[in-house]
């Protein structure tokens, strides 16, 4: 079970348009970005831990929960969430950590603003998809349009976790599924077109960000050769592959994901 903690829920707009998080703890502030198959409450389990250390900002990004949709340009979602970054006055500068969707926006928001972030963490992420990772997406997209989110509700289980931890944890993957069909399908057509047409892999090379590239070694939606080509790219990254996880490392493992960052984000 989840160790309750204290948090603060927080609403900031810019240009007309909320953009809703949460808040617990102090310290250096780490600025969580969930993925697009899993949402907020995904960060839960570390977040306990975290904030003995920390500022936790978890956000919920925009078209999600309380947040409204500002379209599904990866900089226009950047865009939106620096502005209230900016907005909290952050002292000293934070860290990024995301995972999935959420790490393609951090990792595209601090391409925008360099100055921003202190660190990065990159969590089942990379900076371009091949050709199949493409269709994927197009092919999810298609799908939802024409049988809703319930026709590819098993697909997107699968692309989070392997078939061997499904079995062993069918409450956590009805659970899970349940949040991924609460999502607004306009999010997820938008996020899935942004994907699919991603290319980060020039830009990457000028950010010169301390940054720890995680991944779990089973993920089928950001496989781990993506994520290490990332941290071949990044002119100042390091690379830790989990051994028997998947695509949301920080749910299926917290004590894992945890001991691969925690000397990454104490310094």
């Known amino acids: 079970m989840t160790q309750a903690i204290a948090t603060q829920e927080n609403n900031i707009q810019h240009d007309g348009k909320n953009l809703s998080f949460k808040t617990a703890g102090k310290g250096r502030a780490i600025v969580l970005f969930h993925s697009l198959l899993a949402d907020q409450s995904s960060w839960d389990h570390i977040?306990?831990?975290?904030?003995?250390?920390?500022?936790?900002?978890?956000?919920?990004?925009?078209?999600?929960?309380?947040?409204?949709?500002?379209?599904?340009s990866l900089?226009?979602?950047?865009?939106?969430?620096?502005?209230?970054?900016?907005?909290?006055?952050?002292?000293?500068?934070?860290?990024?950590?995301?995972?999935?969707?959420?790490?393609?926006?951090?990792?595209?928001?601090?391409?925008?603003?360099?100055?921003?972030?202190?660190?990065?963490?990159?969590?089942?992420?990379?900076?371009?998809?091949?050709?199949?990772?493409?269709?994927?997406?197009?092919?999810?997209?298609?799908?939802?349009?024409?049988?809703?989110?319930?026709?590819?509700?098993?697909?997107?289980?699968?692309?989070?976790?392997?078939?061997?931890?499904?079995?062993?944890?069918?409450?956590?993957?009805?659970?899970?599924?349940?949040?991924?069909?609460?999502?607004?399908?306009?999010?997820?057509?938008?996020?899935?077109?942004?994907?699919?047409?991603m290319d980060l892999r020039t830009a990457v090379t000028q950010l010169h960000i301390p940054s720890l590239v995680v991944v779990g070694e089973l993920d089928e939606a950001t496989p781990a050769p993506m994520s290490v080509e990332l941290a071949e790219l990044l002119p100042n990254a390091s690379l830790h592959i989990f051994p028997g996880l998947a695509h949301v490392p920080q749910l299926q493992d917290p004590a894992a994901f945890l001991k691969g960052i925690e000397s990454f984000i104490a310094v």
């Open 47 to 72: 977040i306990p831990t975290l904030v003995k250390t920390h500022q936790v900002i978890q956000l919920s990004l925009p078209g999600f929960d309380d947040s409204n949709f500002v379209g599904g």
């Open 75 to 197: 900089n226009a979602i950047s865009d939106q969430i620096a502005s209230v970054i900016q907005t909290l006055s952050l002292e000293p500068s934070p860290i990024f950590m995301g995972n999935g969707y959420g790490g393609f926006v951090a990792l595209n928001t601090a391409l925008r603003y360099p100055d921003l972030p202190y660190k990065l963490v990159l969590a089942d992420c990379g900076a371009c998809f091949t050709e199949p990772g493409r269709a994927a997406f197009k092919g999810m997209s298609e799908n939802a349009k024409n049988k809703g989110l319930s026709a590819i509700a098993d697909v997107a289980m699968r692309r989070l976790f392997a078939p061997a931890y499904q079995e062993l944890h069918p409450e956590l993957i009805a659970e899970r599924k349940e949040r991924f069909l609460r999502l607004n399908l306009e999010t997820f057509h938008g996020a899935c077109e942004a994907l699919s047409t």
